[in-house]
């Protein structure tokens, strides 16, 4: 046990150094159109150590979660990384022992239909799917979602469409199969934002603004949205797994972080704290940090009024 926690120790010392860039602190770049309502469907909500979730060794509480972000866009129902799927728990009996023991069992995790379907929203109903990155837990229950068109970036759905094994670098190929015949990928042609190199607005009327942020796979993605409250949130996928992570910066644990590319991880980190302290008027939301996601509402049945009624 104690060699355990001195090699741990020195892993994490040995994280690599993260480069914070030069970011002029002007206000958000302002998004044209109305804003759009935005609600988060937790699937898996747990309370681990920092230590699991960044390199720093502390046992400060990690508010750790999966979920899956619904944008109510007036051309139809979007899902931002469509979690967990009905088989999720096949899924973990089928993967190597080891990551089914670091991902944890099943019964913490709620696919993510059985969410929506609590929250009164119809799986069938969604009409677009996208996703930060590809791995198991952002793409599981696209199958889930069957009316729904997916798009990725194309460095990502490029890199995904090289991978075989059952679980292959974090992506478990079956559940892109499910889409396979629904699936697109878009090129970042828009122009430069907020620090990032180029965009992709979705809709074309900047209420959901796809941008690049490379590292931790090959095509990951953060997405502005435009919120109905005036707010502008930014989901930064797994290039943090916790606000901390940016915050400090830190990498994240070095023995689960499953980074494609961790100097590029380090920049695209060294980027968002930049990015936090230019921009602090900006809600930034990296896909595991529950306290984060628990910033905007989560679905639910809209409340029935007696002047609706
Ligand atoms: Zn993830």
């Not at 988060?40 to 060794?57: D, I, K, P, T």
Request: net charge neutral; with cysteine; charged share 20%.
């Amino acid at each position: 046990m104690r060699a355990l926690v001195v090699a741990a120790s020195v892993l994490l010392s040995c994280a690599p150094p993260i480069r914070v860039p030069d970011l002029p602190a002007t206000g958000l770049t302002a998004l044209p159109g109305r804003g759009v309502e935005v609600c988060v469907l937790m699937q898996e909500r747990l309370v681990r150590s920092r230590v699991e979730g960044v390199a720093e060794w502390s046992f400060e509480p990690w508010e750790y979660g999966i979920a899956s972000v619904v944008v109510k866009h007036p051309s139809g129902l979007v899902v931002i990384d469509p979690a967990f799927g009905r088989d999720v728990a096949l899924d973990l009996v089928r993967a190597p022992k080891l990551f089914a023991v670091i991902m944890g069992p099943p019964r913490t995790k709620t696919p993510m239909h059985e969410v929506m379907s609590a929250a009164g929203l119809d799986p069938a109903e969604v009409s677009l799917a996208l996703a930060t990155h590809v791995h198991w837990d952002h793409v599981g229950a696209l199958g889930d979602v069957p009316n729904a068109r997916v798009l990725l970036s194309r460095p990502e759905l490029e890199w995904a469409r090289g991978l075989r094994r059952y679980l292959d670098e974090g992506v478990m190929p079956h559940h892109l199969a499910r889409a396979k015949d629904r699936m697109a990928s878009f090129e970042f042609q828009g122009p430069a934002r907020d620090g990032f190199p180029s965009s992709f607005d979705v809709f074309g009327d900047g209420a959901l603004v796809a941008v690049p942020l490379p590292g931790h796979t090959p095509g990951s993605t953060a997405f502005f949205v435009k919120l109905i409250d005036g707010r502008t949130a930014l989901f930064t996928g797994d290039a943090s797994w916790t606000s901390r992570g940016i915050e400090a910066p830190a990498h994240k644990n070095p023995l689960a972080r499953l980074d494609s590319d961790v100097p590029q991880t380090g920049d695209a980190l060294g980027f968002l704290h930049a990015l936090s302290k230019a921009r602090p008027e900006l809600l930034i939301i990296p896909a595991h940090d529950a306290a984060a996601l628990e910033r905007l509402p989560a679905c639910g049945p809209t409340t029935v009024t007696a002047s609706t009624r």
